[in-house]
Nanobody
């Protein structure tokens, strides 16, 4: 398994931006599909965005399309989530995840998880 550590969360006003990072150690990320999930209080963890190992194909939840961008730098063993035009409903703990078995919107697809980083958007 690969170890993942998220950073970049924080408190931001509605309409603002944040960039989350997911640094990997233990194994190279280049063979993994990467994804970001989020979990708000009292809700299930939900898929936000995903990217294949070559970084060519990306997928987004409808709720974040046009506002969030997922990317990766395999040389730095890091994945990113650029979040623009943030809304209060984006408030959640954001997790990055890695999968050797391809992308999916289900948490069961992923082999490794980070500890999460809190994103809070004030209105």
């Amino acid at each position: 398994q690969v170890q993942l550590v998220e950073s970049g969360g924080g408190l931001v006003q509605a309409g603002g931006s944040l960039r989350l990072s997911c640094a990997a150690s233990g194994r190279t990320l280049s063979s993994y599909a990467m994804a970001w999930f989020r979990q708000a209080p009292g809700k299930a963890r939900e898929f936000v965005a995903g990217i294949y190992w070559r970084g060519v194909r990306t997928y987004y939840a409808d709720s974040v399309k046009g506002r969030f961008t997922i990317s990766r730098d395999n040389a730095k063993n890091t994945a990113y989530l650029q979040m623009n035009s943030l809304k209060p409903e984006d408030t959640a703990v954001y997790y990055c995840a890695a999968s050797l078995g391809g992308l999916g919107t289900s948490t069961s697809t992923y082999d490794s998880w980070g500890q999460g980083t809190q994103v809070t958007v004030s209105s």
